[in-house]
């Protein structure tokens, strides 16, 4: 089973990205204090933990998840294409996979030849719309629901 490992948000674009044990995520802000959370296609990012410790191996490197800049790090998913639409269920909250992350040129910033990393195999994660409000918490059960 799919679990939540961690949660992070960032204050201000740009700012550091800040690690809580859990938080409450809205169709309307995302993950609420997130600078991002604003409705649409990339309201919250989610990444594989299993996908990140691929990206750090291929670099040789061990870089903290919150060098990605996502929301939430999953361990037990690897992410695809075939999950675009599909619907996730997070704590009390639903979140449907609307995209790929991709990885920006600021990756190569925190460490070099991330962005390459993090390219294949969907490593850079998925970006969601939430659904249904709720409240997640670090430990909580990962499930697709459809």
């Known amino acids: 089973m799919a679990t939540l490992n961690a949660i992070a948000f960032r204050r201000q674009a740009k700012g550091p990205m800040l690690e809580i044990a859990s938080v409450a995520i809205s169709r309307e802000a995302g993950v609420v204090p997130d600078t991002r959370g604003k409705p649409g296609r990339r309201q919250i990012t989610l990444l594989s933990l299993q996908s990140w410790q691929d990206a750090c191996a291929e670099l040789g490197a061990e870089l903290p998840w919150t060098v990605r800049r996502a929301n939430l ?3 037990g998913l690897r992410f695809s294409a075939a999950d675009v639409g599909r619907v996730l269920r997070v704590g009390d909250v639903e979140l449907q996979i609307m995209l790929e992350t991709d990885p920006c040129p600021r990756m190569d910033a925190q460490h070099g030849g991330l962005t390459a990393a993090l390219i ?6 998925v970006c969601c719309r939430v659904l249904r409000d709720g409240t997640v918490r670090t430990g909580d059960a990962v499930v697709f629901i459809r």
Do not use: V, Y
């Open 120 to 125: 294949p195999h969907w490593r850079g994660g």
């Open 73 to 75: 790090l999953i361990d």
